[in-house]
């Protein structure tokens, strides 16, 4: 009885020094890594999973590359409605985001700023294979991911073509991955979105490509990176290299590194990214007057956002 009570004890005294050195090791792990955080500014992004956030992903690359200050730390979102109630509520720092999403909530009161494009062009128009021309989509279902979007725009600007408008087909708004088995199943008859789903419907000879982005509006604008007003303004320098790097990004995303970057981040096969790829540009990322003003007077015809707002309070120039 009494050893057996020498070995309990003593066991107990052993687990208690184990324990001791445990939490000994714990509390020096943990300083490491707060120092590593402290020593680097963690900017958070918000993202899709699309080929139009790919400039953010190389920025990534880039600045880790470079062992900059500065670190990315992307935060993905399955809808474009969850991305902009954690941007305008402040919980991320920035987006690659819809410019006219932004600008909506611009002209709502809240305060963000645009700082360069995510790319040009990058959108199509996807139509069933019994679609052949725009008057056929007379009285049929049509697919945007957005009323506040380029695609709303896209699709306004093909309307016109054909002379119809959207009183003339049943525009739903509808989740992007949703549309190519929607179109499949008959319960659309088109559908324009982020890529690459435009690409899927094709590669899987769902769908054909009605019009791409360029056919219907020169240096079409859509998405961008955005930060709020708040982060921008106690991080000017920071809110300046993000940019420079950003546009210097995009540069460097030719065919072969673009679908690199694009296998990695969106899991998609080869075949559709390539394919979407074709129809997208990074080169350019500045955001010009002449583009913006562009939009402006799109949102305003087709009465998306009857209240824009104007270049110089939305786009910021670091
Ligand atoms: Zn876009």
Sequence with gaps: MKRQRKVTLLAVFLILVLA????????????????????????????????????????KKLLENENSNITIKLQKFSSWSDLTDALNAGRIDGAS????????AVSQGV????????????????????????????GKTFAIPHTQSSHNILLNDMLAKGGLT???????????????????????????????????????????VLYDSEDLWTNSLCCGLVFTGKFIKSNKATVKTMTTKYEEAGKKLDDK????????YLGQSESVLKLSLKWIKFNDLKITKKDYNALVSKLKKYKINENPPAYDKFVYQP
């Design 166 to 208: 959207t009183k003339d087909v049943k525009v739903v708004q509808m989740a992007p991955s949703e549309m190519p088995s929607s179109l499949a199943n008959g319960s659309i008859a088109g559908y324009c979105v982020a890529e690459p789903f435009g690409a899927q419907a094709v590669n899987q000879k769902i769908g054909h």
């Design 111 to 138: 305060d963000l700023k645009a700082v360069a494009l995510g790319h040009k062009d990058g959108n199509v128009i996807i139509a069933g294979r019994d679609i052949q021309s725009v008057k056929d989509l007379k």
């Design 20 to 59: 001791l050195s445990a939490c000994g090791k714990t509390t020096a792990s943990q300083s490491k890594t707060t120092e590593n955080k402290t020593n680097k500014q963690v900017v958070t992004i918000g993202y899709l999973p699309i080929t139009h956030a790919l400039s953010i992903f190389e920025e």
């Design 97 to 104: 985001v819809l410019m006219e999403l932004a600008m909506s």
């Design 257 to 264: 590194e673009a679908t690199s970057i694009a296998t990695q």
